[in-house]
């Protein structure tokens, strides 16, 4: 039996706060009723984690589910477990000695709990071989324990990635195949404007448009011409909006307002250690603020 129905879907689909990521969010769950990971990919800022969230709360009925945020440096042990010092317990005897601890796949296996591991790529695939296994077999053989633990009926995993951002590691195309991968892009600018008005009910619709303006042309300036690493976000779209209803009401004007808020942003999607790309995100921002 389906996992979820179409009342479900619905729910899921209001009740979420991410706008305008419903064909996503869709396929994603059309998916999860089949049985298969998610892998919610795309660039960052638009919603992936919140999305990812929202269905676990969903399916989980709260927070009752196991969440891991990926880093470099994460292994093996923190995904299915490792021997633990307990040098930290001050007790010189005790401190010569090793618990073994579950990671979190195995507790969310042991506890039959769905998971999440969000930013998926910031951790390299020895990480994950563990998983590989019970993404391919269904069992996670625990040799410490001589136990093998079952992938639980109607276990739903999640995964996050920025795939090709800065510091994330190259997945192995075999563990990649083991996801369906859905990608969470830019919203429309309709949605947004829809978003703006919500954050910020009272924000002049000439500032709200050449916010949107700025946004579509960072995503153009990257798709198109890679001159940029990556376009102005929603959440970059919410923050501008925010911060300019905030200044105009405490008596700033409105094209400073607007031009400092594209330019604080301009250096969150510029990248940092390249002058022409900044320089590139403040022409853009002082050019839309000129038509103010
Ligand atoms: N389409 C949208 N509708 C409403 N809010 C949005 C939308 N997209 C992003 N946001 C807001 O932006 C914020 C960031 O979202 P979130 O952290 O889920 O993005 P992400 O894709 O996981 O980012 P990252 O790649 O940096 O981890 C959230 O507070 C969310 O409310
Ligand atoms: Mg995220």
Redesign the pocket.
Known sequence: MALLKRDDLIKIIETC?????DEAIIRALMYINLGYPIM?Y????????????HILRYISGGDNYHRIEATEGMTEYHTIGGFHPLSMSGNPELSKQFVYKDGVITRALVESKNLLI??FTRAPTTAYSGLFMLLSTGKLPLEYREEILMRPNDWVLIV?A?LG?EGTFKMSAALKRRFIPIF?GY?SRY??EK?IRMYTPDLDPMIANSILDFAEETRRLWQEDKALPQGL???GV?KMARYCDLSISEGLDPKTAFTDAAMHQGVVIADETDYVSLQTVNELALKIASRL
């Not at 706060?17 to 990521?21: H, L, R, V």
């Open positions: 706060q991410i706008k305008g990521q919610l795309g660039p960052p800022g638009n919603g992936k984690t919140t999305i990812a969230e969000d930013e996050t920025n951002d969470v919203t949605t947004e978003i976000s929603t959440d919410i």
